[in-house]
């Protein structure tokens, strides 16, 4: 299991842009199909983006796609957001599958046996 960390939340403002980052303690996430997920208040959480393991495949929800970029590299895992809405905020989470192995649905939730901080992100005029 590698020891995800997530950086970069805080406050941003509508029609802004925003980059998480996530990395692995200096591990190499090589290999390992990653995911972002996120948590609105109140809400389940729901996974919103997704890439294959060489970064050339990429996958999102509806409520995001064409505005968020899901990218790596061999270390980190970033999400950049662009215009983001005030219904963007929430705790952002990220996740890796285990090392060659390909999840079924990798932006279900389920998926995935343990999560780590996530890092809050709020976004208002």
């Known amino acids: 299991q590698l020891p995800l960390v997530e950086y970069g939340g805080g406050s941003g403002q509508p029609g802004g842009s925003l980059r998480l980052t996530c990395g692995a303690s200096?591990?190499?996430?090589?290999?390992?199909?990653m995911s972002w997920f996120r948590q609105l208040p109140g809400k389940a959480r729901e996974g919103i983006a997704c890439i294959t393991f060489d970064g050339t495949g990429t996958d999102y929800a509806d409520s995001v796609k064409g505005r968020f970029t899901i990218s790596r590299d061999a270390g980190t895992l970033y999400l950049q957001m662009h215009n983001p809405r005030p219904e963007d905020t929430a705790v952002y989470y990220c996740?890796?599958?285990?090392?060659?192995?390909?999840?079924?649905?990798?932006?279900?939730?389920?998926?995935?046996?343990?999560w780590g901080q996530g890092t809050q992100v709020t976004v208002s005029s």
């Open positions: 200096g591990l190499s996430l090589d290999r390992h199909r």
């Open positions: 996740e890796a599958a285990p090392r060659n192995f390909v999840p079924r649905n990798p932006l279900q939730p389920d998926a995935y046996d343990s």
